[in-house]
């Protein structure tokens, strides 16, 4: 399922996706602590190693190991064989492995894409770098929602190729003759993915989490630990330093609303960095190396799609006590705001950053009454601030035929049973001429769920996105069963007869902000003000020391139907006044927020009707 979520919490943390291997195996017998590779042609191939059996937690599921080699000019990064990443996620499936010269080598997947690595020179070289990726063929997503069915992505071209030079970041690659060695966190890079499992590695064991569960709650040593080291090797900080800059490099989609995305894009991340940010993040003191993460999470800020803060991305794993989080502050931004005081003001502005949507929410209910829908003259309002999560043990039985079509359940608030039953009440009654989605304060959710909603509000589904790092357009599709009669076909809108309207604002984010554009391409009426973009789906990381991080991902930076980059989010047609106010949040503290009071007047009813009138006329 592609995630495209915005947590709207105090310490503003995450979005919607994932870290997934690759469809490569082959049997490689471990060699004796020491041993040096016997087939090698290059000189690091020859280099001493030994070997350490990892333990794996696989989602709290069970236990096994991996062997891992450390090189003797490298003694703290993590080597693994991509057969041995790939068995991690998807056993029992096989590649096939020539070498073709002297340090270089053919992968070949069981679909027959290839990809070609040279050893000496530090380059994989993929054919069909999406289609080699792929799970899609071996791993059928099972995380949809119950009412849609996913159809293949289409891409265009239908193939594209794609070439990582390691060198240019420090990173080696190696070889024994029998198959490549590469840094673990490197190969989850390189095989990360919107959806599917994330690999977790902080120097001693190795998680995977599919997210179903909180992180912390498998293993909280294992987590905790990387804010508790004071020192990182030298070898360690150098390689992270690189590999840092690699993934930025590749899979950061520059979504352009940080004034350093185009220096990214041109020159990389390295030169768009200052010399002593540069020093910072190479620090071989973790805490510098931690407020070099930060100055960069303030840099890369993008309302919550990119988070590489170590303090803000504690919720994504599970820390939520806001004492923890109060003493990381003083232990890794506060000691250096004499040294650092520019960089120190970015720092702290980006954790403590409140846009004020929870006190916008807040109000809205206070002036409804309500947090579901609600009836104003001749418009039914139905209130919808996440896609997702869905009921999905009700679903389940109710395709099985052993239970009863879900409806809404207040513990699902973002399950379309909400939208379902505000719709056909809208529809039973004859005053109601206008159905108006209310997003106001939606900070996103699961794709799959926006596109049922779409298809119950417009009888349409397709999104596009483009893949930045292929120069790829995708397009998804999925099937909904938008009648609950346990078949899936486009049957059109649930309520045609109605006027359906976006009602939309500057904290609708991610999905939040798709939906709009959906919807104005499918020709309905978008009213409130211009929403507040996040056109790029999410694809977590993990940093070598342990640290989990997310990017706005190159994978899927979504467009609308003229083919732009929706980040700046979508103009109404119909604007809508938006007052200014403030209020106490829970804390107690002062926080300015919008008030759309005037969003829910009488008369926005009749500029709806009077909209789509004129638009009849017209057509």
């Known amino acids: 399922m592609i995630r495209m979520r915005h947590y709207n919490i105090r310490w503003r943390p995450f979005t919607v996706l994932a870290l997934v291997a690759v469809v490569l195996t082959a049997c490689v017998e471990p060699l004796d602590p020491g041993q040096k590779t016997p087939t090698g042609d290059d000189a690091s191939d020859k280099m001493p190693f030994k070997v350490t059996q990892t333990s794996v937690n696989d989602n709290g599921r069970g236990t096994k190991t991996v062997s891992l080699r450390y090189y003797e000019d490298m003694p703290h990064v993590a080597y693994i064989a991509v057969s041995d990443f790939q068995n991690l996620l998807v056993p029992g499936k096989s590649i096939k492995m020539s070498k073709t010269a002297a340090s270089q080598y053919t992968l070949e997947t069981i679909k027959g894409e290839t990809a070609k690595v040279n050893t000496a020179e530090e380059s994989m070289a993929f054919e069909d770098y999406m289609n080699f990726v792929s799970l899609s063929a071996i791993d059928e997503d099972d995380d949809e929602p119950f009412y849609v069915r996913s159809k293949p992505m289409a891409y265009t071209p239908a193939a594209a190729s794609a070439t990582f030079d390691l060198k240019k970041y420090g990173i080696d690659l190696r070889a024994d003759g029998q198959m490549v060695y590469v840094p673990l966190s490197t190969l989850s890079d390189i095989y990360s993915n919107l959806d599917g499992k994330h690999v977790f590695f902080n120097g001693e064991k190795i998680i995977l989490t599919d997210f179903e569960t909180t992180p912390i709650s498998m293993d909280e040593a294992f987590f905790m630990k990387p804010y508790e080291a004071t020192e990182r090797p030298a070898d360690m900080a150098a390689y992270s330093y690189g590999e840092l800059c690699f993934a930025i490099d590749h899979f950061y989609g520059r979504p352009g609303r940080n004034e350093i995305d185009n220096v990214i894009q041109t020159q990389g991340l390295d030169q768009a960095l200052s010399e002593t940010h540069r020093k910072l993040l190479k620090s071989t003191k973790m805490d510098e190396y931690i407020f070099g993460l930060e100055y960069l999470a303030a840099l890369l800020a993008d309302g919550s799609h990119t988070l590489i803060s170590p303090i803000v991305n504690c919720s994504v794993i599970g820390i939520t006590d806001m004492k923890v989080l109060g003493e990381y502050v003083k232990k890794f931004v506060t000691p250096f705001t004499a040294d650092y005081p520019m960089e120190a003001a970015s720092v702290s502005a980006n954790i403590n950053r409140n846009d004020g949507s929870g006190m916008a929410a807040k109000a809205r209910k206070q002036l409804l009454g309500t947090d579901t829908y609600i009836k104003i003259g001749n418009t039914m309002y139905c209130i919808y601030d996440d896609f997702g999560p869905i009921d999905s043990k009700g679903w389940t039985a109710f395709y099985k035929g052993t239970g009863p079509l879900p409806t809404y359940n207040p513990e699902f608030k973002g399950d379309i049973c909400g939208i379902v039953e505000a719709l056909d009440k809208a529809a039973a009654d004859p005053e109601v001429k206008n159905f108006v989605l209310d997003l106001t304060c939606n900070n996103g959710g699961e794709l799959s769920v926006l596109q049922a909603v779409t298809t119950l509000l417009a009888g349409k589904t397709a999104v596009s996105w483009d893949n930045v790092l292929t120069q790829q357009r995708v397009v998804v599709d999925v099937l909904v069963d938008s009648n609950f009669d346990r078949t899936f076909e486009n049957k059109g809108p649930r309520h045609p007869e109605l006027n359906i309207a976006i009602l939309t604002s500057h904290y609708a984010y991610s999905c939040g902000n798709l939906m709009p554009s959906q919807m104005k391409d499918f020709g309905c009426l978008i009213i409130g003000e211009q929403s507040g973009g996040g056109s790029c789906s999410i694809q977590r990381m993990c940093t070598p020391e342990g640290f989990c991080y997310q990017l706005s991902s190159a994978r899927a930076r979504l467009v609308n139907k003229a083919g732009e980059n929706i980040d ?43 909209w789509y009138a004129q638009r009849a006329t017209e057509h």
């Open 568 to 610: 700046s989010g979508v103009v109404p047609h119909i604007a809508l006044e938006v007052k200014k106010a403030t209020g106490q949040d829970d804390d107690g503290d002062e926080v300015a927020y919008s008030d759309f009071s005037a969003f829910y007047a009488p008369s926005v009813g009749e500029q709806i009707v009077n």
